[in-house]
Nanobody
Framework: QVQLVESGGGLVQPGGSLRLSCAAS????????MGWFRQAPGKEREFVAA????????SHANSVKGRFTISRDNAKNTAYLQMNSLKPEDTADYYC???????????????WGQGTQVTVSS
């Protein structure tokens, strides 16, 4: 049974940083592309970042480029999202997902975590 478990969310002030983690089990982690998505209240789930199975290729949404960085550690079966210079508009539930390719479209992801909440507020 595939499980993706996010952690690291919380309340942070504008300009602050958080590091999200996504621990994977039940799949050959190093064979999957990983992605991060977010969903704010009343909005659709949107792409944030993706990373290829090797970690060589990454993609970030324009809204987070230069502030967020996706990475992975295949030895630990874990993907990360380093979030710096956080803004109130980054407030959302953040989800990690696994796909059999390096993709940015949410419909192409096979497995999803339950999400972790990030609130950016003073």
């Amino acid at each position: 049974q595939v499980q993706l478990v996010e952690s690291g969310g919380g309340l942070v002030q504008p300009g602050g940083s958080l590091r999200l983690s996504c621990a994977a089990s039940g799949l050959t982690f190093s064979s999957y592309g990983m992605g991060w998505f977010r969903q704010a209240p009343g909005k659709e789930r949107e792409f944030v970042a993706a990373i290829s199975w090797s970690g060589i290729n990454t993609s970030h949404a324009n809204s987070v480029k230069g502030r967020f960085t996706i990475s992975r550690d295949n030895a630990k079966n874990t993907a990360y999202l380093q979030m710096n210079s956080l803004k109130p508009e980054d407030t959302a539930d953040y989800y990690c997902a696994a796909a059999r390719a390096f993709v940015t479209i949410k419909g192409l992801y096979d497995y999803w975590g339950q999400g972790t909440q990030v609130t950016v507020s003073s």
